[in-house]
């Protein structure tokens, strides 16, 4: 097991490698969308145009040597402009399917909040159920199906706000944030080049499936679970029995800037995301700071904040990181 944890270690450090040849400063994004993949989950992106998010997925999918879709979406998209549909062949009197960009390993869904409620529901059965019907015959998709999605935080107009069931979906909610300085400079220098940089191809469909087993494989003590149903607990307004679960005593001013709190799939997207940190750290078992170091990412977009929080500009990560703070640590 130390042997395989060390030699996944190695590989991780090969990717955040090549990715650096194109993608400047953006070390954390690397390591957070590598983590997402092993984890097998969906990634959201937020951030403004311009940080080099396309880039990162394309620079993804040449390490992965996985085959690449883009969807632009858009208010006038529909259904099966993602999907596919079923199209008459009059010759034979006949239906034959046609497959839709969806049918691929990773799936760039630029700008999904331009789309109207219906075509980002589409999205719902793949990226659960890794499926998709068509008609009456339900097609499946490659186990290294993978959506990274991208939405625009500045604009508003002519946008629509992702349904709480589909955010649930995402695995992760990373925010792109402006680089540094100095990082701006050696991009600014390179004059829009990134993209005709090569890179390697680092992991294979059988390596990433040897990564996941080894990520089931890391263990994490029963207390820390508790941990984990702790941070949530406090998350939800309505649950009488928090304060007994918990221990915690002063969560009641926090629970009033949140209207609904995370579910049990981010407890279980919070338990994966930590085994795949503490296997890219070299262990084979997870520790609380394991746990912390994925919360903001798995929970900011599962908690739907309340009118008092937007009136006193209080955000979710503001919130998660409180009660991180308060909660005691097994």
Known sequence: MENEIETC????EACRKEAGKRLIGQDQLVD???MAIVAGGHVLLEGVPGLAKTLTVKTFSEILGLDFKRIQFTPDLLPADVTGTLIYEQNKGTFTVRKGPIFSNIILADEINRAPAKVQ???LEAMEERQITIGEETYKLPDSFFVLATQNPVEQEGTYNLPEAELDRFLMKLIVNYPTAENEIEIVKSCGKAPQIPVNRIISEETLKIMRMLADKVTCDEKLVEFIVSILTVTRPDASHKNQNSGIGNSSDITRYINFGASPRAGIAMLQCAKVHALFEGRGFVLPEDIKAVAL????????LSY???????TADEIISRILSFIPVP
Request: no cysteine; net charge positive; hydrophobic share 55%.
């Open 121 to 123: 529901s589409a999205m």
């Open 297 to 304: 990412n798995v929970l900011r977009h599962r908690i739907v």
């Open 32 to 34: 957070d969308i590598l």
């Open 308 to 314: 008092e929080a937007a009136a006193d500009n209080i």
């Open 9 to 12: 270690k190695k590989i991780v």
